[in-house]
């Protein structure tokens, strides 16, 4: 059972597009909410989190929106670069229990000039 | 620097042929992960460990094994790789199961 749900597997953004990857989820339970980057040849790394007391947290150009009560959470990539073409993971986890990270699949993003 | 190191970075191998793959933190974290990656699946937790002497599987744990007899290290076996351990492997740490996970660059593994 896939506990964690991404998409779209690929997505192609012109240069200055909205790039835009959503996640749902089906446990209740949890409570944390991160996107990680991963470069071609590297391993991923953390891009940004939002814990379920927020809908929404931005960094710089990147923003998680998050409905709890529809049990989804986006990243939203404004004014996209090429150099944002990388591979994104959406993850969940428990924060109050022992359980790991559950990853989603990822999402392939190329921002094309 | 902080980081998670892995060795080798890229294995040609035979079936059959016992493998080791290793791990090494030098942040102190509690929790260390290991996970393939192949196209179309995402990334997938192989085993995982809480503290020293503590692990347990993950999603995919068929045909490998973990210790954890140190709080750095975390190896990774494969005592009769097949083909279909053909991957990229990553290792992970964090200060607990649910926080920021630090991956390592990777070991791309080919098993003939």
């Known amino acids: 059972q896939q506990q964690v749900k991404q998409s779209p597997q690929s997505l192609i953004v012109q240069k200055g597009g909205i790039s835009i990857i959503n996640c749902a989820y089906e446990?209740?339970?949890?409570?944390?909410f991160p996107w990680y980057q991963q470069f071609p040849g590297k391993g991923p790394a953390l891009l940004i989190a939002?814990?379920?007391?927020?809908s929404e947290k931005k960094e710089g150009r990147f923003t998680i929106s998050f409905n709890k009560s529809a049990k989804q959470f986006s990243l939203h990539i404004m004014d996209s670069q090429p150099g944002d073409s990388a591979t994104y993971f959406c993850a969940a986890s428990e924060n109050s229990g022992n359980t790991p990270l559950v990853f989603g699949k990822g999402t392939r993003l190329s921002v094309i000039a | 620097e902080a980081q998670v190191t892995q060795n080798p970075r890229y294995l040609i191998t035979v079936t059959g042929k016992k493998l080791t793959v290793t791990c090494s933190q030098n942040m102190n974290h509690e929790y260390m992960s290991w996970y393939r990656q192949d196209p179309g699946l995402g990334l997938r937790q192989i085993y995982y460990s809480m503290n020293v002497e503590v692990t347990d599987k993950g999603d995919v744990p068929e045909g490998y094994k973990v210790s954890r007899k140190e709080k750095r290290n975390f190896p990774l076996i494969l005592e009769s790789p097949s083909p279909n351990q053909t991957s990229l492997y990553f290792c992970a740490s964090s200060p607990t199961s649910e926080g920021t996970q630090y991956f390592g660059p990777g070991t791309r593994l080919l098993v003939l």
């Open positions: 939002i814990r379920p007391d927020v």
């Open positions: 446990n209740t339970a949890f409570d944390y």
